[in-house]
């Protein structure tokens, strides 16, 4: 596989896919999972709660989304914990674009202040990626590549 070359999701014909509610990552539900690894479908249907984020991570310790479906109202994921870590990469996130005045811009990635993130080999629907705060400070990476925004 060439380092250029990105994963393909296939979806049989007629298939329309099964969401489950919007989660919550905190460290209790990585202890409790055994695992910091999260697939499946997520939906926020919801506005302001779970802050309008199909996934929300509250926690710092390394979360990993991978193979995800999201579909959101506001955001497919979020995080304002200062210093989280994630990483999502091969997912599709679905976000409803909003034109109301005095209401922010949706987005497919939303993180204040984040230690690390990868993003890379998604394709984002509705919504773009935003990291901020002091995204730059000394030991912070961010890795954002191989996307796709329709």
């Given at each position: 596989m060439s380092l250029l070359s990105r994963p393909q999701r296939t979806v049989a014909v007629g298939a329309a896919p099964v969401f489950g509610s919007p989660i919550d990552i905190t460290d209790a539900l990585i202890t409790s999972n055994g695992s910091n690894v999260f697939t499946g479908n997520y939906e926020n249907t919801s506005y302001s709660a779970n802050n309008?984020?199909?996934?929300?991570?509250t926690t710092t310790q390394k979360v990993i989304l991978d193979g995800c479906l999201f579909k959101a109202q506001k955001y497919c994921v979020s995080s304002l914990s200062n210093g989280s870590n994630v990483e999502v990469r091969n997912s599709i996130g679905v976000v409803k674009n909003t034109t109301q005045a005095g209401q922010p811009a949706h987005r497919f990635l939303n993180l204040g202040q984040p230690a690390s993130v990868v993003c890379e080999?998604?394709?984002?629907?509705g919504g773009g990626i935003l990291l901020s705060g002091n995204s730059t400070a000394t030991g912070r990476t961010a890795v954002i590549r191989y996307n796709r925004m329709i």
């Open positions: 309008g984020a199909a996934v929300y991570v080999n998604n394709t984002m629907i």
